[in-house]
Every structure is written in C-alpha cells, then in structure tokens.
C-alpha cells in the first residue's frame, strides 16, 4: 500500500480506535478452525467487549481443535463461573508458575504444577508450566518430563512468555511432539531475554542455530 492508500488507510485507523476489539462469534467463525488446528487464548481477551463472542465461539468449535490457554496475570481476577467455563475448554495450558500456583492455590516446583493444574482440566489436557531460566515442566497424559532451559544473562524480559507459547505452538502446529516443542520454545525464551522490546522472537532458524551449539 503506497501514496494516498497508505496515507487513508492511517487516517481510517485513527479514527477507529480499538478495531481488534470488535469481534463476533460469526467473524471468528470464518477462520475455519478444523481438527488439528490450535486455537490460542489469552486471558487478556476475556475481558468485555471480546469476552462474549470469544466464548461462544470457542465452546462451538469441533472436537479435535486444540483451545490452547495462555492465562497471563488476569486469569486469576476473573469470577469462579468465567475460570471454571475457560477450562472446560482448555485442551494445553501453559502460563508460569506463578499463574499455575494462583488456579490451584498452592506453590510448589512445576512438576508438582502441572499435575495439579491437570486435575482442573478435562481429562488428557496437556499442561506445561515455566520456570523462567530453569525451562518448564510438560505434562502429558500421565506423564510429567522437565525440560531444562537454557539460562542466559536477561537484557529485557518482557514478552518472554509470549515468545516460549507462541513457539510451542507453532513447533506443535508443525507436526512436533510437545515435549520437542517445549525445548525449542525454552531455547526462543532465551534468545529473546537478550534481546531488547516484547516483539524481538527469533526466527525457527535462529533457534536452529543456538540449539546447534549447545
């Protein structure tokens, strides 16, 4: 987009303040989510006004589609009624540990996390719980493997979470075993902590090359 398109279509976004935030369950629907698809959530959007269409259109998505829940800090503020209707769709959970030990009320190390943070997901969800530097711990069926991380002196933190979940996916999306999957995202966490800004991932390529030399 160049000249005049370029210059309207910034004129067009100021003046529409907040579009991402206007959703429905039928403009989510066009995405088409199939079997095998992963769907991620965040409880950052389970605030009004993407709240309602959000959930809608999840609890209508078909059997299969992996409803993987990011549930950040907010997660923890929301009523029982809106916790206990997220989970019941949540297939992968995956947050820090801090988030887990706020959902099950007790601390404890991520092995003993995940397992009962299980306990409040629907039978065969997949569970990983980070542990910052040390890497996280990954449920799966009945089996809990920790993964270790790859602890690096931290420039900027911000957006490491967001970095470690959307690799997992994308390496799960990809055909990768979660507990592969869960290596390479500790590996892209620790890449990104010594980069500066929340938007710095690496590229698959990049995570490539520092797993290659450890």
């Avoid at 429905?24 to 991620?40: E, F, H, K, M, Q």
């Avoid at 997220?86 to 190390?109: C, H, Q």
């Avoid at 799960?172 to 995202?185: C, M, N």
């Avoid at 500790?186 to 698959?204: C, D, E, F, L, Y």
């Amino acid at each position: 987009m160049r000249g005049p398109r370029r210059a309207e279509r910034r004129a067009h976004l100021r003046h529409h303040p907040r579009a991402e935030r206007r959703i429905t369950a039928g403009s989510l629907a066009t995405s088409a989510a199939a079997p095998g698809d992963l769907v991620c959530l965040s409880g950052y959007t389970l605030f009004e006004p993407t709240r309602d269409p959000l959930l809608t259109w999840v609890e209508g998505l078909p059997e299969g589609v992996e409803v993987v829940l990011d549930p950040g800090a907010p997660f923890a503020t929301f009523d029982a009624e809106l916790v206990e209707r997220v989970l019941a769709r949540t297939t992968v959970w995956t947050s820090n540990a801090a988030e887990a030990a706020e959902l099950v009320g007790a601390e404890g190390p991520p092995a003993d996390l995940c397992d009962a943070v299980a306990a409040r997901l629907p039978e065969g969800a997949v569970v990983v719980v980070r542990d910052g530097p040390q890497g996280c711990a990954v449920r799966v069926g009945d089996e809990t493997t920790p993964v270790a991380g790859f602890p690096q002196t931290p420039v900027d933190t911000n957006g490491a979470g967001d970095t470690h979940t959307g690799v997992l996916c994308a390496e799960v999306a990809g055909g990768r075993g979660w507990v592969g999957a869960a290596r390479r995202a500790n590996a892209a966490g620790a890449i990104k902590v010594t980069r500066r800004g929340p938007a710095t991932a690496p590229t698959s390529a990049e995570v490539d090359d520092f797993l290659a030399s450890r």
